[in-house]
């Protein structure tokens, strides 16, 4: 199913998106499901391979107002601050952890519209952050290789045991 959310361990997460180059009702749609996986799973931010898409479209919300909505399609970082601040991120493919966070403090990120528009936002803060992670998934990266080897270590042992409880 197009709308099932996939989790880690599930290679689609892990492959580089390629970008949007027919901006149709197709794009729309997958844009319109993105959002509808994401409130499902009460989440801030969705990337198209987080349903098994290989598409260069992030969809995200304003964490502190449900109604500003945006779609990212072909986003990419183009500046990126020194300045870093660490803060516990989850991820709705990794459901079961959250984890200590390395991101820069402002980004700009180019994209483009459903229309195909152009367009440049500066973004600060926890916006910067969703930004990041999700620009991170396009690119086939998780917050598992942003964390502490720690960190990772703790939450790759909790899927092994996730895997072997389900296969019984
Ligand atoms: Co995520």
Redesign the pocket.
Known sequence: MLEQLRMLGDPVLRQQTKPVTEFDARLEKLAQVMMEVMDRGE?V???AN?IGVLSRVMVWRHPENEGERYVFVNPEIVEKSETCCTEV??????PWATMEVERAEEVVVEAQDLNAEQFRVHLSGLLARIAQ??I??LDGR??LDRTSPEERRRVLKELRERTLATDT
């Open positions: 989440g931010g969705l990337a987080q991120e989850g991820c709705l493919s990794v992670h999700e991170d998934h998780l917050i």
